[in-house]
């Protein structure tokens, strides 16, 4: 037995030094390579495991095996340890395992992402930056843990990332910039510069000042050189200096693709970094760059063809006209259920995405749309079998590929009449072909997609769409082309989803025009009808029911035009907004949704504006909603993607339950996502030029690593690469969420650490949160000893004690700046309210210190976002914080974009043209004749490198209009509209479609930030010293312009 033991052990042992055979490939695409402390051996991650390879290459020895992602591996000074990222608990915690493997154990716990960076010289704790509870910015903080564990403390008082301590222990190196580490070539106020930090004194120094990005730092082993990464060359390269910025020197010379993730060994001897699909080696003994040639073995950690069965999640659903089957699509394929619901039957089956279902009026046939020829092309599908034509239930299934242009088709739609089918072709044509696919025929030009329906009678199409102003409005067109369309809603504000009654008599619509919000419309197409009193309606409906009930024919539609939009009548005055409107068969009732009551959830209203139901209570989320053909029936897709079915009354709602089995090949669906991405960006980018970049080469550059990668998080890196070749912002790919993540409970706190090593010293105490209030009533200097229960020593990590505390009560034991040890019960809350509360809190501060400079003469506002709620709050405090001052600082930094500037420009442009004066009293101007509040006196606009987005079109605008003075940082230049899209497994992808010029010279506000007129950069430890040398200046500025103003 010893002898078989010893013989498997040697076996074992000496696998990673086997042969390689001829015939095997090296990997591609390993990550994050980090060479050891002699610089022998090199630690990386592939596919989503932790590896070491010999520094020369060769058969690698895998580390970790685990389901979750592993990046970043860094060893400990001594080569003992390596340390590592994983996403285990939903988010990136870190890790420490032995350097040749074995049980790794978990150092940081907290639901936001924490990013291994570094060692410290001696071993004992590890740095790594990330978003906690350290004042109101998003930006990352270096933090130190013991390796013991402990909660951990930040290195120093500011923001930073990628920090590395010098080996002498003297110096942090640091970035400081918020910019997307796949993006090439980006210039402007957000780039990462290189910074130092010396513990001993507390001061910083900058190093570089290149408006790109240098990032990245490594330290040499005698502390007096840093290495580091840097674009100055237009290719990220390596590149090295001295302590004091000085004899910057190129080393190596890449084009094109450049070094991304460079790790340095701690003797200095290699630099170990990614460079396209593979890893490099550059000797800094022997100075050159060598590629990694690694050999893994190709065994997966999961089943690389997976059977899985989806009882929710539908994207698509559509009752068949004849009420017996449902069709739907879950995860890019069709399936048929009956109406029942049970078991589904596979339409179609294979990786590409198959979506855009339309029955035919015979309830045989569905029209689609599939990519799975590489182009969106519209099919049909229907049985072969003569003797069973229910897709449902026939064993042979036939499909027929209509178009097959190189543009994208798509939304087909059978007309009534069966015998053509209306779509949209490339980014806003509508067409018509004959069912059959033939003959088709461009009946409109258009760059925007529209949204129609046919008329009963199939005579006419009726759509809507946006113009160059993206203003949506309603038309009506022949569906042969043959007149041009008629604009029936004719008004500024979007009116979209037009549907057809049945009888063709109505159109209706939902439009935006009243108090922000959509409402339902419709209009009479015949005047007559318009016309008609109440009585005449009301004769109408009592012979209707009078009449024996029989299959009536096609109706004609008949439209009277002249003056049509002066007929539309409003039929909902409902709060929120009403969508997804249709018509009941019998012509009196439209059902939508609407958030009204408060949560998303089905209603009813007669034409005439009577009847209002609530049909649904439960906030049901209702889409795509359709009656059944007789009316006794309303089915619609609801929230989580399931079925419901619903009388028209409001009773007897149920669920339709299916099950439907779909086969995910992995590698399949990989291509499927990357041709779904490139192709988004190849129609819909907002610069057809793609901004100088070849973009089909890209399919050859970046489609084969797509293919290689096993795991979800290198897929998308590999599409956020393809992305970064555009030098764009609003971009991106996000997987869709994880489940029954981690997420960590908040006390409202800032802390330190107790000198005694007991506890937690409270260095500040949030207003209004958990730990605020008057039955609790912590205070600055109080020391936080235990979580129920369980002491707060050094080594014991608070947020662990607090993890999926939400909403639990937990006991603290505290002990007093003065008085005996007390409990305190405490309701922990999320993160999110807890960066809500911190912003009160900095926005109070700023606006104290602003009275206090001004002498109470000057208000203060801060914009958080460009959004509903921040306007709401901006308008209120234009007045609260506004009224009586004589000039306003009007805060936009930090501000990540929205919608919401033309708004508030709209209070502020304002010039007065009259006073008004009331008996007995004084000057002014009546409120109630201004849509919106006005200001009318001086103000400022304060900008920094991370406003973003609308939050530079404010400024931008403030500046071109002459409306007052910019104070600040130049924005970040990341101005583009976006929308997205989702991918066929779930994942959210961004789509940039419209760019924004300044007038009146046409600049493109992408990569020309708003500069300020005054410019002023905020420096590193100005947040520990609560010094906002921006706001202090922009309090000067305004408080000479007010004085200006006064003089004239």
Known sequence: MRRVAFSVMTFLLLLPFLAISGTEKPIQFGRYPAPSPDGKTVAFS???????VPVSGGRA?????????????????????????????GNFDIFVMPAEGGVSRQVTYFSNNDNLTGWTPDGTALIFSSRRNFYYHRLPVEYRISLKGGTPMPLMEDYADQGKISPDGRWLAFVRGRDNWWRKHYRGSGNYDIWLYNFKTGAYRRLTDFDGDDKNPMWTPDSKTLYFNSEKDGTFNLWKMALDGSGKTEITHFKDDGVRFPQIARNGSVIAFEQRGNIFIYNLINPAENVLKIYAPSGLKTNPIVRRKFTKRATEILSSPNRKEIAFVVRGEIFVVKAKGGRAKAVTNNPARDFDINWSPSGDTLVFVSDRKGNQDIYLAFSADTAQK????????????????KEQDYRPKFSPDGKKIAYVHGNGDLYVMDAN??????????????????????????????????????FIMPADGSQPPVNISQHPDNDIDPVWSQDGRKLAFVSKRVANTYDVWFVFLQKKDNDKTKEDWAEEEEAAKSEKKKEKGTPVVKIDFKNIYRRLRRVTFLPGNEMNVVISPDNQTFVFSTNSAGKKDLWSVKWDGSKLNQLTKSGVNPSQIQFSKDGKIIYFLAGGGTFKRISPSGTNLKSIPFRATVTIDHKAERVEKFNEAWAAMEYRFYNPDHNGVNWNQMIQKYRPLAESVTSIEDFNDVIRLMLGELNASHLGIYPPAPENPTRSGMLGLFYEPNPSGKGLKIKLVIPNGPCDKKEVHLKKGDIVLSVDGIPIEKHVNLYRLLNNKIGEKVILSVKPVSGSVREAVVEPISYGRFMNLEYNRWVEEKRQRVHKLSRNRLGYIHVRGMSEPSLERFEMLLYAEGHGKDGLIIDVRDNGGGYTADYMLAMLEIKNHAYTIPRDGGKGYPQGRRPLYAWTKPFVVMINQYSYSNAEIFPHAVKTLKLGKLVGAPTNGSVISTGGMY??????????????YTLPNGVNMELHGAKPDVLVWDKPGDTDKQIDRQLETAVKVLSKEVKTRRRK
Do not use: Q
């Open 46 to 52: 592939y596919r989503g495991d932790i590896w070491t």
């Open 61 to 89: 020895t895998r580390l970790t095996v685990h389901e979750a992602y592993e990046k970043t591996p860094l060893w400990s000074p001594d080569g003992r340890r390596i340390a590592f990222a994983s996403n285990r608990n």
């Open 390 to 405: 229910k897709l449902s239930k026939t064993l042979r299934i036939k499909l027929k590929r209509l178009t097959t242009a």
């Open 437 to 474: 696919g033939r003959h088709a025929k461009r009946i409109l030009k258009g760059w925007d997609a529209p949204h129609f329906n046919w008329s009963p009678d199939s005579k006419w199409l009726a759509f809507s769409r946006s113009d160059n102003e993206f203003n949506y409005d309603v």
């Open 983 to 996: 991918l066929i497994d779930g994942s959210l992808f961004r789509i940039p479609f419209r760019g924004w």
